[in-house]
């Protein structure tokens, strides 16, 4: 097997030790095992990551971002695709792209055999992603993540006169 000739070459073998099981915290069901390719070969601007999802397990959780765009290429396997409340049967060969602010979306492996896909997209300096069905909303500054209740949001700026008058 060649070694690591190149930093912006990343073989196969080398991608496939690095797999690792991901999960969101906020889904029981999310668990998928992947490697970020883009990282691996030295990107920073994007990310490319290579994913496997084994049946009735999920991606992460449903979900929109308002800065990077992303996007999903199914190469192996069947599952659901939930984007913008409507569900859509998707399978090899499949795309989906998610242009910003995008509407929410999420990836369920409904078929029988591993859901194999690459995803990707933008790597800003910020991001805001929103979790409609549980009401948080996540800013992300550099590696700092806060999350936020939707229901405590305010809007801002000067107090409403008529609701100031005494």
């Given at each position: 097997m060649?070694?690591?000739?190149?930093?912006?070459?990343?073989?196969?073998?080398?991608?496939?030790?690095?797999?690792?099981?991901?999960?969101?915290?906020?889904?029981?069901?999310?668990?998928?095992?992947?490697?970020?390719?883009?990282?691996?070969?030295?990107?920073?601007r994007t990310g490319i990551n290579l994913a496997r999802i084994a049946p009735g397990k999920e991606s992460f959780v449903y979900h929109s971002h308002e800065r990077e765009e992303e996007w999903l290429y199914i190469l192996s396997g069947t599952a659901?695709?939930?984007?913008?409340?409507?569900?859509?049967?998707?399978?090899?060969?499949?795309?989906?792209?998610?242009?910003?602010?995008?509407?929410?979306?999420?990836?369920?492996?409904?078929?029988?055999?591993?859901?194999?896909?690459?995803?990707?997209?933008?790597?800003?300096?910020?991001e805001i992603s929103t979790f409609p069905r549980l009401g948080k909303r996540m800013v992300r500054t550099g590696d700092k993540l806060e999350i936020y209740d939707l229901a405590d949001a305010r809007p801002f700026g000067p107090p409403d006169a008529a609701a100031a008058a005494p």
């Open positions: 060649p070694g690591n000739e190149r930093p912006e070459l990343v073989r196969s073998a080398d991608s496939a030790a690095r797999m690792g099981i991901h999960s969101h915290p906020w889904n029981p069901k999310s668990e998928m095992n992947g490697v970020q390719l883009g990282r691996l070969a030295g990107l920073k659901t695709a939930e984007i913008d409340g409507e569900e859509h049967a998707v399978g090899p060969g499949d795309f989906m792209g998610f242009p910003t602010p995008s509407v929410a979306h999420h990836l369920r492996n409904t078929g029988a055999e591993d859901l194999v896909y690459l995803m990707g997209g933008e790597s800003l300096d910020a």
